[in-house]
Nanobody
């Protein structure tokens, strides 16, 4: 059973920072595209940032310049560094591992709550 384990959520003031981590099984880490999502109104999950196996990254406009996605290859962990947080960033954040380019499936973490409030 493949599990993505997320951590690092919490309560932070506007302008503050949080670092989210996603522990990924080694069988997926080096082969899958990794991403971070959050829920929008209506509960749909919106892709915020993605990183390929070649460490190419891309971001949605609302987080570009504030959020950074990276891989810690020594720990099989995907990190989302979130800076200059805003109240509108409040959401449940999810880690995603996408193997569809390999003919394999997509896996999700359980979600971690991020609350930005003064």
């Amino acid at each position: 059973q493949v599990q993505l384990v997320e951590s690092g959520g919490g309560l932070v003031q506007p302008g503050g920072s949080l670092r989210l981590s996603c522990a990924v099984p080694g069988s997926l880490f080096s082969r899958y595209v990794m991403g971070w999502y959050r829920r929008a109104p209506g509960n749909e999950r919106v892709l915020l940032a993605a990183i390929t196996t070649d460490d190419y990254t891309d971001y949605v406009a609302s987080v570009r310049g504030r959020f950074t996605i990276s891989r810690d290859k020594a720990k099989n962990t995907v990190v989302l560094q979130m800076n200059n947080l805003k109240p509108e960033d409040t959401s449940v954040y999810y880690c995603n591992a996408d193997g569809r380019h390999l003919g394999e499936q997509t896996y999700w973490g359980q979600g971690t709550q991020v609350t930005v409030s003064s």
